[in-house]
């Protein structure tokens, strides 16, 4: 080929891509600069919805659990938080009444996940107590966390932070109880199923029968179970009888295999006696 020939041959070619250029947009509305080529990332999923305990360390030296159902959705993340309740009026270092971080329930906290794991939560503008929490998402836990509160008058812990999730309630749980007043023993099976989401007050809902056998002024049968919990902890009734309630207070395994009881039973009559034991119901 001739260097006359390859030159027309460049030129043609030249024209060829400018005339595409044009076309595409002409017909796309599109300059120059869009004929860079570029890459959007997906957004990360850190599969963070589920149930949580979050455990905070006050500058007071304490460790508080703090309950929570988180939902995701494209890196952005909310829950209703449910600290311990306040169950005394004794002060404590850090200006706190009632809790090392004072009253926390129903605490609506919202935020991000980003690409690299990083968790912030945060409570809306002017929100009483408001708070703040950040940490570092490793699967099914939180590490390398910070939290800071601000709640009623000098109430302000701050501190560490770390979490982990809990498994969906969902199955068979057997055991045996002891009384602490008699030593007496007896056998409880609860058949479990927890919602998979929350409700309004952000409280996972549980369902299902439990049958005691073996203990007095309780007959033998299934009894419906229907209670609200959030975290690793809730309470319900076992049995309700002429003679009495026995009711319960559940606390949950992270991975969803066993719940340790404590348990209290309420005579209705003078023919039984008030009660109260400890015992472990496992996942069968």
Known sequence: ??????????????????????????????????LILTTQSSPVNYNLTGNWV??????????????????????????????????DLLVYPDGCVGSPIGPFTNV??????????NLKLATAANAVPSATMTATVSGSSLSNGAFAIKGAASCAPQGSMTGIEYAIVNGTYSGTVT????????????????????????????????TVSGYPCIPSGATAISASFVGAGFFTDLSNSPSGTLGWTGSLSPDGKTLGINYGFSPANSA???????GTLTLQ
């Open 179 to 210: 009384s602490q007043a008699t030593g007496q023993s007896f056998t409880v099976t609860a058949t479990l199923q927890q919602s998979p989401l929350p409700n309004a007050e952000g409280l996972l809902a549980l369902t299902g029968t439990a």
């Open 54 to 87: 979050l455990t905070v360390s006050p500058g007071s030296g304490a460790t508080v659990p703090i309950a929570i159902f988180l939902t995701e959705n494209s890196g952005s993340v909310s829950g209703l938080a449910v600290g311990p309740a306040a169950t």
């Open 1 to 34: 080929m001739t260097s006359r020939a390859m030159n027309l041959a460049a030129a043609t070619w030249a024209a060829l891509f400018f005339a595409a250029c044009v076309i595409t947009c002409g017909l796309m509305g599109c300059s120059a600069t869009h």
């Open 272 to 278: 039984c006696k008030q009660d109260e034991g400890t």
């Open 108 to 117: 609506a906290l919202t935020g991000t996940v980003d690409s690299e794991g």
